[in-house]
């Protein structure tokens, strides 16, 4: 006779079940935080299986993060994190919300963010006077005006109210969840991205080379240029080779420039630039324009007690020794010029590899000073030409004694 199997062995639960059942006793608490899959989606709400062989429901209230373009997210078989609203099986089904859930996530992951100093993607759904409103994963937070990006001078409203719907990257400055306040900043995060390409874009600029930007601003001692993601400097000795008054005669912000990467402090982390080392210096020039012997005309621009210097073209200096000055004796060169005087020159020297030029004012003034013609006096006219003969008439050969005989 064959041995029946035991019946109370076939009656114990297997370890799944068991643990199914330890799971169905635990007692779900308002605000935990759940996983469930989508059972039914109509115009009541969201039927969500939770397990616990129990069900619940997301109003459509508490389901108003979901977007068209998160539609797809959320489709029957799909599974969710759902907020414990109400346990108490209300019409026999947990009251759940996907908004708080998405809250509850958010909050955690900002909390992260305020730790670890990353960054995170926002949407501006809104503003005011005091900066913008901007939507995180479902989540409202605030970006205060001097964390935002606005145009200094600009009316920052008309500039946010042009940005609706923009998806920007922000930083996070502050959570309190309890106080349900998150504050954000645009202008943190846009700098930190700026520092990782300044970082790159330092590590590929070469010296020497010419590079392509865009002016971002201007002060009194220069230009900025954007070359993709790090600014230069070009300090306003470097705009031309000739004398500079003001930036903005030679460059204005937003204008294209091609520039000379003159210096790389990778260090320091700073790109001086040029804009007058991608032109012929004015020596080069002045090598093809200027011999010796020629006069010009110069303006001085400067005194010393050994002579005066004399500009002759926009950038090309040369010295007027105190000894071509003028014929004179003099103590100083004030006695015959003074700084801004315009005068005529003679280049006595030049050395445009040496950037040397001599310079002459005695020399130039003989030069236009015309020699003094005068016609030769005539030579008197002979009494007597050999080979002719001429009757000359005497009166008074004997002179006044003669005269007075005969009286």
């Known amino acids: 006779?064959?041995?029946?199997?035991?019946?109370?062995?076939?009656?114990?639960?297997?370890?799944?079940?068991?643990?199914?059942?330890?799971?169905?006793?635990?007692?779900?608490?308002?605000?935990?935080?759940?996983?469930?899959?989508?059972?039914?989606?109509?115009?009541?709400?969201?039927?969500?299986?939770?397990?616990h062989k129990s069900e619940g429901v997301v109003p459509q209230r508490e389901a108003r993060s979901i977007t068209p373009s998160s539609e797809a997210l959320y489709q029957v078989g799909s599974t969710v994190?759902?907020?414990?609203?109400?346990?108490?099986?209300?019409?026999?089904?947990?009251?759940?919300?996907?908004?708080?859930?998405?809250?509850?996530?958010?909050?955690?992951?900002?909390?992260?963010?305020?730790?670890?100093?990353?960054?995170?993607?926002?949407?501006?759904?809104?503003?005011?006077?005091?900066?913008?409103?901007?939507?995180?994963?479902?989540?409202?937070?605030?970006?205060?005006l001097s964390q935002t990006i606005v145009p200094p001078g600009s009316d920052h409203e008309a500039v946010l109210a042009g940005r609706l719907g923009e998806e920007i990257t922000v930083k996070v400055l502050e959570v309190n969840r309890r106080r349900n306040r998150a504050v954000l900043s645009e202008r943190a995060a846009n700098r930190e991205q700026r520092e990782g390409a300044k970082d790159q874009l330092l590590d590929s600029l070469a010296e020497g080379e010419t590079r392509h930007g865009r002016v971002t601003?201007?002060?009194?001692?220069?230009?900025?240029?954007?070359?993709?993601?790090?600014?230069?400097?070009?300090?306003?000795?470097?705009?031309?080779?000739?004398?500079?008054?003001?930036?903005?005669?030679v460059v204005k912000p937003g204008q294209e420039v091609d520039v000379y990467i003159l210096r790389v402090d990778r260090e320091a982390r700073r790109i001086a630039l040029s804009l007058r080392r991608?032109?012929?210096?004015?020596?080069?020039?002045?090598?093809?324009?200027?011999?010796?012997?020629?006069?010009?005309?110069?303006?001085?621009?400067?005194?010393?007690?050994?002579?005066?210097?004399?500009?002759?073209?926009?950038?090309?200096?040369?010295?007027?020794?105190?000894?071509?000055?003028?014929?004179?004796?003099?103590?100083?060169?004030?006695?015959?010029?003074g700084v801004g005087d315009s005068i005529s020159l003679k280049i006595v020297s030049l050395d445009s590899d040496r950037h040397r030029l001599g310079l002459s004012l005695k020399q130039a003034e003989i030069e236009a000073t015309p020699t003094e013609y005068r016609d030769?006096?005539?030579?008197?006219?002979?009494?007597?030409?050999?080979?002719?003969?001429?009757?000359?008439?005497?009166?008074?050969?004997?002179?006044?004694?003669?005269?007075?005989?005969?009286?």
């Open 1 to 51: 006779m064959a041995d029946e199997p035991e019946v109370g062995l076939q009656l114990q639960p297997t370890m799944a079940e068991l643990l199914e059942e330890s799971e169905a006793q635990q007692e779900l608490r308002r605000g935990d935080v759940v996983e469930g899959q989508i059972m039914r989606m109509d115009s009541d709400g969201i039927l969500v299986s939770i397990g």
């Open 81 to 144: 994190q759902v907020l414990v609203l109400d346990a108490s099986h209300v019409d026999g089904h947990i009251l759940l919300s996907i908004d708080k859930a998405r809250g509850e996530s958010v909050w955690g992951l900002l909390e992260d963010l305020v730790e670890s100093g990353g960054t995170t993607q926002a949407k501006i759904t809104g503003f005011n006077r005091g900066g913008a409103v901007v939507d995180v994963g479902g989540l409202q937070a605030f970006i205060p």
């Open 217 to 249: 601003g201007t002060s009194s001692f220069g230009a900025f240029v954007d070359l993709g993601g790090a600014d230069g400097l070009i300090h306003i000795s470097e705009l031309s080779w000739s004398p500079v008054a003001s930036v903005e005669d």
């Open 278 to 337: 991608l032109e012929a210096t004015p020596w080069d020039r002045a090598a093809g324009q200027f011999v010796v012997g020629q006069v010009v005309t110069g303006v001085i621009t400067k005194l010393t007690d050994f002579g005066a210097f004399a500009r002759i073209d926009d950038a090309v200096e040369g010295l007027i020794h105190i000894s071509e000055l003028t014929d004179r004796q003099i103590r100083h060169p004030k006695e015959v010029v």
């Open 376 to 407: 030769p006096e005539p030579e008197p006219a002979p009494l007597f030409v050999l080979g002719t003969s001429s009757e000359v008439t005497v009166d008074n050969v004997e002179g006044p004694e003669a005269d007075e005989n005969d009286s």
